[in-house]
Structure formats: C-alpha cells, structure tokens
C-alpha cells in the first residue's frame, strides 16, 4: 500500500489517494482519514495466527495512527504493534474478538516508526474472517490509550451524582417567625450537618443542583418559604443560630466562611434582614460549595416570609448535585 497525488486532466494537484498497486485507488469521501482497507480474508485454523508485513510510516504522507475492524466466526484477539527497527516489537493495544460480532478498536495514536496487526485465532477453527485497517494523518479523532503516568493530578473517571437530606425537629411551640430569623431544632446551637462522608471526602468541591424543603406542618398558610445557605462551618454566627434567632452575618463573614446558597425558588427582591449578605452572594457561583474535613456541610435556614409554625414541626431539607 502506499499513497499518491495524481493530477487532474489540467495537470493539477488532485485529491491524496491510497494505492493498492496496478490500477486500482481507493479514494476517500472527504479525506485520507478512516479509509479501511482490507487485509486478509484466509480463514485461520485453530490457534492459528496471521501478522501483517511491518508498515512504515515514513512515505509520502506521514501515518499517525490507526485503527482496526474485524469480523470472525471463532473469538480471537487482534494485537496492533509497534518498532522502531522493523524487528523487535512492542504492543501498543489489543481488543477481544467475540464470534460473529463486528468488532473495531479505538484510533491508535502511533510513535514509533514501524507497526503492523497481528491477529491470533481461538482454539476453534475459522470458516469466516474479515481484517481491515483504516490509516490517518493529523491528530483529528484520536482516542489516546495506554499510560497516562505524565499527566498531573486527580483525572474522575466518572461523574458521581449525590442525594442527602437532614431533619430537624423545631420546638414544641408556635411562636411565629418574621423574616431573616433561623429554623432551626429543638435545643440546636449549631447548624444541622448534611453528611456526604459516604460519597466525597474532605475539602471536597460539589455542584449542588437543586435544593427542597419539605414540612410537616401541611396546614400552613402562607407556607415556609426560607433562603437556604449552606456553610462549611458549623457555626458560621457570633451571635448563634439557635431557634428563632435573627440571622446577620456580615459581609466579611461570609466570605471568611467560604460559604455558598441557594434559594429553593427564587431570590426575588433584596433579602432585608442583610442587604450586603445578598449582594455578596448574587455575584457568587452560587451553586458551589466546599465540604468540610470531615466532608459534611451545613445548611441555615432562613425565613423569607412570616411564618407561623406547628409546634414540633419536621422540616426535611434534601440537597441533589455532583461531585467534582
């Protein structure tokens, strides 16, 4: 196999094409890339094996890698390798064949100067196979595969998505709530704690995508409608955050806290009870947080609304986001 640039019937430069010898092109619908040629068709006997003649990526256009398509009737395995000699060879990448299933590898991004696929059959016979190779130039497409020893930090190998919720029971009372004070449980000094140990560790950074709060006090009208912050402290006010309490940390506060929030609806008009507390946070990034060393974090309740309660009212706040 090797490549030319035949001319036009103007006797100018035409299209790359791949030439098989003789007469015969194969020209490619766009570019050179991805035009699989076939290899062999021999059936292999049983642990039989078929190795390509060592290709050289130095002709008129350089290879940059490769990539394989198999068809058998017996499971076997297809090794593609790579030298720098001709002669002694390494592997660069293998794929598992089933029976009678199409089976391709990834684009292989080559570095050596020679390559060639190997292929080597089951403990059954063959009565049907099928080997092409597509070759490509440039860096477009590629897959990279193997080692990645040289890149720095924490790669996530997927997104894990999180759940968690905390309950709080309020006192056994019903004194009504007027905007900016905490919600908090019965005999609480601190901020409840959401625990995402199981999930995230320490100092961990989430995206936090939606946010409820449910009650059970149904008969309620107008409903509790809080502005919900969430701290990486528990304790984020000098003052406390006990019960019924008004809610002011100052702005230098909140930063020093490296706190996030999240309105369960909407922020809507400037939050009164702390006009900098609302400014500060409607030019953060709202929906980050940080996790503490012990990976948990601590949500305030806040009222947005005058509220009568239940006495001994459960309130569930449920969080749902992402590791990151």
Known sequence: MAF??????????????IYHGGDT???????????????????????????QTAYDRLGDVLISKVKGYVFSDAAGTLTVEESDDGSTWSTSATLSVNANTLSETDWILL???????????????????????????GDNGVKLTGSLANVT????????????????TRPANTTAYVVGQVVNGNGLSTLPALDLSAVASGGQKIQISSVNVFSSNGAASPKLNPIVLFFNVNNPVASGVTDGTAFTPTYAEMVGKRAASINPDE????????????????????????????????????????????????????????LL
Do not use: C, H
Not at 4 to 17: C, H, I, M, Q, W
């Open 25 to 51: 092109f194969a020209v490619p619908g766009l570019d050179m890339t991805g035009a699989a040629l076939q290899l062999t068709n021999a059936p292999l006997a049983a642990n039989g094996s078929f190795a």
């Open 267 to 322: 922020w809507g008009s400037a939050v009164t009870y702390a006009a900098n507390l609302y400014k500060f946070m409607a030019t953060e990034l709202s929906r980050l947080a940080t996790l503490d060393a012990n990976g948990k974090l601590y949500p305030a309740i806040i009222t947005n609304n005058a509220y009568t309660p239940s006495s001994g009212e459960t309130i569930r706040l449920v969080i749902k986001g992402y």
């Open 111 to 137: 570095k050596k100067r020679y390559f060639r696929f190997r292929y080597t059959n089951g403990v059954t016979a063959q009565t049907n196979f099928l080997l092409y190779q597509a070759l490509g130039s």
């Open 4 to 17: 030319t640039f035949p001319l036009d019937s103007e006797n100018r430069g035409g299209a790359v094409k």
């Open 153 to 168: 930090g924490a790669l996530p190998t997927k997104i894990i998505e999180f759940e968690q919720y905390v309950e709080i």
